[in-house]
């Protein structure tokens, strides 16, 4: 990870732990300081450390989601393909201070089906969330599916996704736009999956979420639908919960034009109660983040900004005064993409 120049290590090593060394607690992060992306978002730092890096006989890329275990206090990453079978990379040095050192901090959980066998590699995984005890939720965009698993990759349960999510002909999901996103609240009694773009048919301006409680089984079953309307021309290409009822949004688009574009936003979800089985989200901009300075960052493609990238996963903590947001991006295997962290600070409404 670089810093933005020696002088304003102070600034951001203050920052990575929840407080702008400048600023005061409690006061928003002010445009103009070094590393103000927005009145509320700082950026403390990239690292291109996993970039192209291979354990295991695997390669560490295509990474399409990041999840905090708070049970261990570390990161998994969620690869979307693999030549071979599906596994989830546990991270570790992600809140390494004063700067972030990611590496891999074991060998891969690999995934596997209620049959006992290996997951396929080419299932497409998009979202992860950690749910109470461990248990690891993913998403992916073949059927599309979303299954519970244990610690050690083994399956446990499959939650059930309503038939219109499909991909279509079988439904009204368009290809490669399903399940892209997945979380689950600190208490564990609510699991959130986004669709990545809107349902064939529908206003193409807004993309569904399915909004699951926690049954006192411990399963998941439907509770209602959620309607989100991310910027425009945006897709969502992750989600984040850091309270019982809001949640953080990573929206994304590429154009050989304008390259990546990467915004955050913040979403009222509510109680999971109520009687609603619809219910619209108010979208709160946080940052474009092409407005973030390009500490030194490099690029094997053209970007506005050359901090940005491909940017699918995201990870928040709360940090003091404030939180750090991680964000992963999706080199799709690519020699002309880039693996790379992105960790952020900010004040959540």
Known sequence: MRLLNAGAVLLVGAGAMGVPATTGIGVPVATGLPGACSPAVMAVGYSDALDKVSVAGNRVGGLSALAYDAGTGRYLALPDHLPTAAVVWPLAGLDDLPVAQPRVAGPPIRLRTAAGGPVPGNADNEGLAVLRGGLLAISSETGPAISIFDRDGSWRSDVTVPPWFRTAPRGRAAPNAGLEGLTANSSGDRLIAAMEKPLIGDDPGTVRMLDYRRTAAGGFVLNRELRYR?????????????????????????????????????????PPTGHDRVRSLVRRPLADLAG????????????????????EGIAVVARGAGYTIHLLSDDNYSPRQTTRLLTLWARLP
């Open 292 to 311: 973030c300075p390009a500490m030194g960052a490099t690029s094997k493609e053209w970007q506005r900004n050359r901090l940005l990238d491909n940017y």
């Open 230 to 270: 991310p910027a425009p021309g945006m897709r969502v290409a992750d989600i984040a919960a850091y309270a019982s009822d809001r949640m953080l949004v990573l929206e994304g688009a590429y154009s050989p034009r304008d390259g990546s574009s990467t915004v955050l936003a913040t979403a009222d979800v509510g």
